[in-house]
């Protein structure tokens, strides 16, 4: 069963999709709403820790498992960090689905302009070190973290548009320009989308 949403959502969101946006959705209250979206989407899960802001066009979410590693688990926190001026949006409707009476759904952001070819740029760098890495160390988390341990000496990633990390267990982490699709759940799902909506077109136009 599609979300009652699916009937009149855009597949991307961009400027163009300005008419469609009820303009009693400010942006402030567009950011707590697509924020509390973001926590929610991970209540009850393992990530007993969630925080989730947007300031500036900037999302930022961390997810963290307080007992990850002492339950022997290998990652212990995941979060990342998207400007929204340097992306696009889709909405991906076939992996909404319903949970508990609400709406769960996904929007990939992919990177636009410059920030995308500088992420291009990035992402072959890093399969470089991650291979050489996996030469010397094998799969896996040590190789991994080794890398990126390369990448940090010979990048800024302050900046960055967008960055993901996952944290490992006992210590240690890897990074990435490139991030999942990020999930959203609430009651009101078309509610969701305008303010995200509302979001992406406010940003495009800074």
Not at 12 to 37: C, F, G, H, K, M
Not at 109 to 136: C, F, H, M, V, Y
Request: proline share 3%.
């Amino acid at each position: 069963m599609k979300p009652p949403l699916a009937k009149f959502f855009a597949t991307t969101v961009n400027a163009s999709l300005l008419l469609l946006i009820p303009q009693a959705v400010l942006s402030d209250e567009a950011s707590s709403r697509v924020s509390s979206a973001l926590e929610r989407a991970y209540e009850g899960s393992r990530f007993d820790q969630l925080d989730a802001s947007i300031d500036q066009c900037i999302v930022r979410f961390h997810r963290r498992d307080s007992e990850g590693c002492s339950q022997g688990g290998t990652i212990q926190a995941n979060s990342y960090f998207v400007d929204l001026r340097h992306h696009t949006a889709t909405y991906l409707d076939r992996y909404a689905r319903e949970v508990n009476g609400e709406w769960r759904f996904r929007i990939e952001l992919e990177p636009k302009g410059k920030w995308k070819t500088r992420a291009g740029e990035i992402d072959q760098e890093q399969d470089n070190l991650l291979s050489s890495a996996r030469a010397q160390l094998g799969w896996g988390q040590h190789a991994a973290i080794a890398a990126n341990e390369k990448f940090l000496l010979q990048n800024d990633v302050d900046s960055f548009h967008s960055l993901s990390t996952v944290e490992y267990c006992p210590m240690g982490q890897s990074q990435s320009p490139f991030l999942r699709p990020i999930s959203l759940q609430g009651e009101i799902v078309d509610g969701l989308v305008e303010a995200f909506n509302q979001l992406m077109v406010d940003c495009s136009a800074i």
